[in-house]
């Protein structure tokens, strides 16, 4: 089992930043490959970025801004997400999630075996 627990989200006006981080515990966190996602209210959930177990390579879906980063520190067994210039449209839960090695599905989003909580990001205008 894997435990990740979001935090960093929070109320922010519309051009500001975040970065939202991901603590994991459990397992060897460097076996995961680590994503985020978002869902909000009424609409579906949304893959955001992934980051390899290395963490020396990073996706993020065609309709994903750049203003997405995602970067990892295997040695606080931490994921983040940086945010810059949030748009109201950026209002949503992030979840952060980890994958197992064996596949490159994370890639697309898909395969994770690990959720975590989500952290609330709303962004006023």
């Known amino acids: 089992q894997v435990q990740l627990v979001e935090s960093g989200g929070g109320l922010v006006q519309a051009g500001g930043s975040l970065r939202l981080s991901c603590a994991a515990s459990g397992r060897t966190f460097s076996n995961y490959a680590m994503g985020w996602f978002r869902q909000a209210p009424g609409k579906e959930r949304e893959f955001v970025s992934a980051i390899s177990r290395s963490g020396g390579d990073t996706y993020y879906p065609d309709s994903a801004a750049s203003r997405f980063t995602i970067s990892r520190d295997n040695a606080k067994n931490t994921v983040y997400l940086q945010i810059n210039s949030l748009k109201p449209e950026d209002t949503a839960i992030y979840y952060c999630?980890?994958?197992?090695?064996?596949?490159?599905?994370?890639?697309?989003?898909?395969?994770?075996?690990?959720w975590g909580q989500g952290t609330q990001v709303t962004v006023s205008s």
């Open positions: 999630a980890a994958a197992a090695a064996g596949s490159t599905r994370y890639m697309r989003g898909q395969g994770y075996d690990y």
